[in-house]
């Protein structure tokens, strides 16, 4: 996988762009001036980002993956990550048909949902799982292989199904070893 040169990441524009990002040269990212990537963030082979999204450090953005900011935006905080073939929305259309969809109609004849989406800290995300507008995906969650998320969730759940469902707790011990991990970054 051949990343962007740090040159060509700053002639993007991004809002902002942290130390030692790496982001894939095969990767779409649409509207830069509206996306912040904080340090050591790494974003792989064909995904696509748009819209207002905030990726935090040591984020991890697996090949594959749809991150669709929109208006309100997507927040991932620090280590979260997304699994192959995530897909992470911020708005949807209106499917009754009571309302015209997609992006080639002006708003006045759509009902769109648009509700901003937070990945917590230390959450993360498994392959090919949804996640929808307006979501809260608490600190420490991590989420199932093809899971839907559709409602928030609570911290150091393990969650997964259809729509998803807390199963389990999740251990903590990552913690300690964040800390050890951010101590010898240090060093």
Same mark, same amino acid.
């Given at each position: 996988?051949?990343?962007?040169?740090? *040159?060509?990441?700053? #002639?993007?524009?991004?809002?902002?762009?942290?130390?030692? +990002?790496?982001?894939?040269?095969?990767? !779409? $990212?649409?509207? =830069?001036?509206?996306?912040?990537?904080?340090?050591?963030?790494? $974003?792989?082979?064909?995904?696509?980002? !748009?819209?207002?999204? $905030?990726?935090?450090?040591?984020?991890?953005?697996? =090949?594959?993956?749809?991150?669709?900011?929109? *208006?309100?935006?997507?927040?991932?905080? #620090?280590?979260?990550?997304?699994?192959? !073939? +995530?897909? +992470?929305?911020?708005? !949807?259309?209106?499917?009754?048909?009571?309302?015209?969809?997609? =992006?080639? +109609?002006? #708003?006045?004849?759509?009902?769109?949902?648009?509700?901003?989406?937070?990945?917590?800290?230390?959450?993360?995300?498994?392959?090919?799982?949804?996640?929808?507008?307006?979501?809260?995906?608490?600190?420490?969650?991590?989420?199932?292989?093809?899971?839907?998320?559709?409602?928030?969730?609570?911290?150091?759940?393990?969650?997964?199904?259809? =729509?998803?469902?807390? $199963?389990?707790?999740?251990?903590? #011990?990552?913690?300690?070893?964040?800390?050890?991990?951010?101590?010898?970054?240090?060093?």
């Amino acid at each position: 996988m051949a990343y962007l040169t740090r *040159e060509t990441l700053g #002639d993007m524009g991004f809002k902002a762009l942290g130390e030692n +990002v790496k982001v894939s040269d095969k990767a !779409s $990212i649409y509207n =830069p001036e509206m996306i912040e990537i904080g340090d050591y963030s790494r $974003i792989d082979d064909f995904c696509v980002l !748009s819209g207002r999204i $905030i990726i935090g450090q040591y984020v991890h953005v697996a =090949p594959f993956c749809l991150i669709a900011g929109g *208006e309100t935006g997507i927040t991932m905080d #620090d280590f979260s990550g997304l699994a192959y !073939s +995530v897909q +992470v929305f911020s708005q !949807s259309d209106d499917y009754s048909g009571r309302t015209l969809t997609n =992006p080639t +109609v002006s #708003d006045k004849y759509k009902n769109e949902r648009k509700a901003a989406v937070r990945i917590g800290r230390h959450v993360i995300i498994g392959a090919s799982s949804i996640v929808f507008p307006g979501v809260d995906l608490a600190d420490g969650c991590s989420v199932g292989a093809m899971t839907l998320v559709n409602k928030s969730t609570q911290p150091w759940g393990i969650y997964a199904g259809n =729509p998803a469902r807390r $199963i389990k707790e999740r251990k903590k #011990d990552l913690l300690d070893l964040e800390a050890k991990f951010l101590k010898e970054q240090l060093e």
